[in-house]
C-alpha cells in the first residue's frame, strides 16, 4: 500500500488526481480502528519504552531505546497517512445499491473466463481493503474495471499481464439493506 505524501499520488493509482478513495463501511471502520489502536494503544507503549530506554543513559547502544524511536516514526507515519486518507476518503454503503442488476462499487460478482470456463467470484472494494486471497478485489483493478457498469450475461474483456481475456457475468450480488 502507497502512502500518497511519499509518491506524491493524489488519488488512488492509475486513476487521475482528485479521484475519491471509495470505501466500504467496514473498510472504513477498519482504518478507523487501527489509527485508534496506533494512536491511543500502541503509541503511549512505545512512548513510555523510549522514556524508560533514555533514562538509562547511553543512546548510541541501547537498542530499546533506538528500536523504540524507528517505531514511534513508523507508528508516527501510518497515523499521519490514515488521517489523511480518512479524510479523504467517500464512503459507499453497498447494501444501498438501488440498480442491484448491474456491478458497481460493493458488488460481489461471479464471473466465467471463457478461455478456461472457470468460475471465479469477487467482491469489488476500496483500493486499501483489497485482499486477493479473500477475493476483495479493489475497483481500480483490471478486472473489477472491466465489470463496473455490467449486467449479468455481459461479456467484458480483462487486460491481464499474461494478455486479454474475456469473461462473462454469471451473477451480481449486494449485501441486504
Known sequence: MSDEDEDGEEGPPGLPPGTPFYMTPAGAAALR????????????????IVSW??????????????????RLRQIDGRVRFLRKRLE??????????????????????????????????????GVDEADAEKGDISWVAPVAR?????????????????GSDEVEVVEVRYPAA
Open 146 to 162: 472491466a465489470l463496473l457498469g455490467a449486467r449479468v450475461g455481459d461479456v467484458r474483456k480483462v487486460r491481464t499481464p499474461a
Open 53 to 70: 530506554a533514555a533514562s538509562l543513559g547511553d543512546r548510541s547502544e541501547n537498542a530499546d531505546y533506538q528500536y523504540g524511536k524507528r
Open 88 to 125: 479523504r476518503v467517500q464512503v459507499v454503503d453497498p447494501a444501498a445499491q438501488a440498480r442491484r442488476d448491474q456491478v458497481f462499487f460493493g458488488a460481489t460478482v461471479t464471473y466465467a473466463r471463457l478461455s478456461d470456463d472457470a468460475e471465479v467470484t469477487i467482491r469489488i472494494v
Open 33 to 48: 480502528e487501527e489509527l485508534r489502536a496506533l494512536w491511543e494503544d500502541e503509541r503511549p507503549k512505545v512512548v513510555e
